[in-house]
T-cell receptor, first 115, second 112 residues
Framework: EAQVTQNPRYLITVTGKKLTVTCSQN?????MSWYRQDPGLGLRQIYY???????DKGDVPEGYKVSRKEKRNFPLILESPSPNQTSLYFC??????????????FGPGTRLTVL | RKEVEQDPGPFNVPEGATVAFNCTYS??????FFWYRQDCRKEPKLLMS???SGNEDGRFTAQLNRASQYISLLIRDSKLSDSATYLC?????????????FGQGTTLQVKP
């Protein structure tokens, strides 16, 4: 089954404790992206990757790191989480066609709470 | 002006009604536009893509007005199951930058 998986789905942690949220897709998509969703602010892009070893900042990259060592995986790393990073996080992937990213497939989301 | 703007609603309509939402954008170089549907904090799912003047899929019609820089989503014969938040998505910058801007979303509630 074609899908994007995220782990963990729910996480409660404390300020400053490094964490990684994994994202994996089995559709051979070139493009992968991370978003956070907050009430009243909608979905905001954190980082994206057009292909292996290529990553770029989105609108809200501060406090996050990513890596793209393999095509299928795009982990999101919070080196020192803070309470303002409490949010619902989505990973997404898509093919890239000649002039735009194609349909994005989203993972089920990770609900992160930083105390 | 925000890059992508939507009226958050909620739009409360009876079953069978026709409802339309608009999404305005500031980047005149955008070539592709998307409407996604999101149910109650679940993952967004693609509803329609718009690459030229418009697109139609059953009860759903998306239209693009480049001159006024907005896209619209029209839902005919609303069903209870159409209740959701509809997100407008537009690439930032010119073609294929990979950076996408989501609107805040418009909430639709269809009532019996």
């Amino acid at each position: 089954e074609a899908q994007v998986t995220q782990n963990p789905r729910y996480l409660i942690t404390v300020t400053g404790k490094k964490l990684t949220v994994t994202c994996s897709q089995n559709m051979n998509h070139e493009y992968m992206s991370w978003y956070r969703q907050d009430p009243g602010l909608g979905l905001r892009q954190i980082y994206y990757s057009m292909n292996v070893e290529v990553t770029d900042k989105g609108d809200v990259p501060e406090g996050y790191k990513v890596s793209r060592k393999e095509k299928r995986n795009f982990p999101l790393i919070l080196e020192s989480p803070s309470p303002n990073q409490t949010s619902l996080y989505f990973c997404a992937s898509s093919f890239i066609w000649t002039s735009s990213t194609d349909t994005q497939y989203f993972g089920p989301g990770t609900r992160l709470t930083v105390l | 002006r925000k890059e992508v703007e939507q009226d958050p609603g909620p739009f409360n309509v009876p079953e069978g009604a026709t409802v339309a939402f608009n999404c305005t954008y500031s980047n005149s170089a955008s070539q592709s536009f998307f409407w996604y549907r999101q149910d109650c904090r679940k993952e967004p799912k693609l509803l329609m893509s718009v690459y030229s003047s418009g697109n139609e899929d059953g009860r759903f019609t998306a239209q693009l007005n480049r001159a006024s820089q907005y896209i619209s989503l029209l839902i005919r014969d609303s069903k209870l199951s159409d209740s959701a938040t509809y997100l407008c998505v537009i690439p930032s910058g010119s073609s294929n930058t990979g950076k996408l801007i989501f609107g805040q979303g418009t909430t639709l509630q269809v009532k019996p």
